[in-house]
């Protein structure tokens, strides 16, 4: 299987030059030429595998030029249960008859971006080693959380590689900066930068383009890529998840090996949704795809009118993850729906750069209406449902999986579809503790507290196991404390890569 560009089919690459580029030159992504079929026969069968025999049966199908040995030292060194502390990797856990809990935070950074940036380093030094090149690699990030944690501790004292993580200054959780600041490892760095996601990720994109800026690099045998979803080699791992999921649910009797099952995943950048209508498009019976978003419903108001309009007001939620205003993943969508082209794509692109808004053809609209049902829940929404859901199942969401809950709750009032649904679960509680605790009780004085203490109290109140990973953040140092404008980046790269 071959790799194309969103913006240009004329370029075409093996998956091993797809990961190790991450973008295309033109500023195109990477997508597949062709889907891979998995059969019921298939599903069935995978029923009663591991989560890395599941694994290394898509991952298989998408990055053939892999060998077998290959793959399975990328699978097996990334999902284990001295990792993810639980052998099934991504559990179900059955909230209600029509929602089951898809939990992707078990990894070491309490995030479902574990899920694939524990496998992005093995396939991307394993695809830098295939294809002969001599040079270092150097991860680019801009996160708005939980990217950049999971890509630091994936890529930490990785050989042959280096990475430097941005993220909007006061667009994180405190809990989420103090695991970026504090992160060990000889080959990391990490900038807060003056603004918001949208700025950190644009800054990103343009030094990505820069050819003057790549030659200068190449010179000193250096290379860029990405480990944000915008890299192949992160997206494919998360398709996984929903195959395994399914899987789980046949298993466990849940429904039977070709029902149909609703997918639910709150999303900013539209990377995680998106691994689910490949999922979909793979032969995975998903007869909705529920696209949830917070106060930045951008994606909502797509879904519902074909107009793409990202010249509004940013809200910084406690849902922050998701607080993004330019979803580059949606790229990959246009692309699939459009039938591969890539003139059309180019031009909304262009549009979205010069005028911050697009607006895709009748028959484009009408494609995603009836694969997608876009929703959004604000802040307050957002509490409710997190009181709503303890109150009702004693489970305890973090602020991202309570819009997702809430959004299906609003989807299924709106439509009478109460299929069985798999709601992505995308952070732990404890990475937002003072938003949780703030909505379990009212009355909880959060402003009082300290990070480490909401964490205690979380787990005290609620009879919760504080993951180790966050319970050792106290006693770490503060590496990083530089805060720089979005015109500085590469300036900070440069002097990060001296050393």
Request: contains cysteine; negative net charge; hydrophobic residues 35%.
């Amino acid at each position: 299987m071959n790799y194309k560009s969103t913006r240009d089919n004329s370029i075409s690459v093996k998956s091993s030059e797809a990961i190790a580029k991450g973008l295309s030159a033109e500023g195109g992504l990477f997508v597949p030429d062709s889907i891979p079929v998995i059969s019921q026969t298939n599903i069935k069968y995978m029923a009663d595998m591991s989560y890395c025999e599941r694994a290394k049966e898509i991952l298989g199908r998408f990055l053939t030029d892999f060998t077998e040995d290959e793959l399975d030292k990328c699978i097996t060194s990334a999902y284990t249960k001295e990792k993810f502390e639980t052998n099934s990797i991504a559990p179900v856990y059955k909230l209600n008859n029509s929602q089951y809990i898809l939990e992707l935070w078990h990894g070491p950074t309490c995030a479902f971006k574990d899920m694939a940036l524990q496998i992005l380093p093995h396939l991307l030094t394993t695809s830098v080693k295939k294809l002969g090149l001599d040079r270092e690699t150097v991860i680019l990030v801009a996160t708005s959380g939980d990217t950049g944690k999971a890509a630091l501790e994936g890529f930490k004292d990785v050989d042959g590689t280096k990475i430097i993580v941005f993220f909007p200054d006061e667009g994180v959780s405190s809990i989420q900066r103090l695991q970026m600041c504090t992160q060990e490892g000889d080959n990391v760095f990490v900038s807060a930068v003056n603004g918001n996601f949208d700025d950190a990720q644009n800054g990103v994109k343009a030094i990505f383009t820069d050819k003057e800026y790549e030659k200068e690099l190449l010179a000193d045998k250096k290379a860029l890529s990405s480990a944000n979803s915008i890299n192949w080699g992160r997206l494919v791992p998360q398709i996984v998840y929903y195959f395994s999921a399914y899987c789980d649910m046949v298993k466990a009797e849940e429904i039977q090996c070709g029902d149909e099952v609703n997918i639910c995943v709150p999303t900013g950048n539209f990377g995680n949704i998106l691994a689910a209508y490949y999922a979909k498009c793979m032969g995975l019976p998903v007869k909705k795809l529920i696209c949830a978003s917070n106060k930045n419903n951008v994606l909502t108001d797509f879904i519902n009118t074909g107009v793409y309009d990202r010249n509004r007001d940013f809200f910084v939620t406690t849902s922050p993850s998701m607080d993004i205003l330019i979803s580059s993943n949606l790229e990959r969508l246009l692309y699939m729906i459009s039938g591969g082209r890539a003139d059309v794509v180019s031009a909304y692109m262009a549009e979205l750069k010069e005028k911050g808004t697009y607006t895709v053809s009748d028959d484009i609209k009408k494609e995603i209406g009836e694969n997608f049902y876009g929703g959004c829940a604000d802040d307050e929404k957002c509490a409710e449902t997190i009181k709503e859901t303890y109150d009702k199942f004693s489970y305890v969401t973090d602020t991202h999986t309570s819009v997702a809950v809430s959004v299906h709750n609003e989807y299924m009032k709106n439509t009478g579809d109460d299929t069985k649904t798999i709601i992505a679960s995308t952070a732990s509680p404890f990475k937002f503790n003072g938003a949780v605790l703030s909505a379990l009780d009212k009355d909880t004085q959060t402003a009082e507290l300290d990070e480490f203490r909401l964490l205690e109290k979380l787990a005290k109140d609620y009879e919760l196991r504080v993951p180790s990973s966050l319970a050792g953040l106290e006693e770490k140092e503060v590496r990083f404390e530089v805060v720089c404008d979005k015109n500085q980046m590469k300036a900070v790269i440069n002097e990060f890569l001296k050393n």
